[in-house]
């Protein structure tokens, strides 16, 4: 195998690690949008006196796990 060769599949090797990477920050960034948004809801329901008794609450988060990210 040529030095050249050699060169060029290190390199697009480290592209395919950059590019992973980076759809795992910018995942992270989608959840940590999404939760500061519920966090938000959140804040303006108890500002409005809105309350959920502890099964409802529970109800609401393991219906929001099952969806995918939307904000």
């Known amino acids: 195998m040529t030095t050249e060769k050699r060169k ?9 690690i950059e590019k992973s990477s980076s759809l795992e920050k ?8 999404e939760m500061e948004a519920r966090a938000e809801e959140s804040l303006e329901a108890i500002r409005n006196g809105e309350v959920l008794t ?8 393991e219906e929001w796990l099952k969806k995918p990210v939307t904000k």
């Open 54 to 61: 502890l099964d409802e609450f529970f109800k609401s988060n």
């Open 8 to 16: 060029l599949e290190l390199i697009n090797g480290a592209v395919k």
């Open 26 to 33: 910018l995942e992270d960034l989608f959840v940590q949008a």
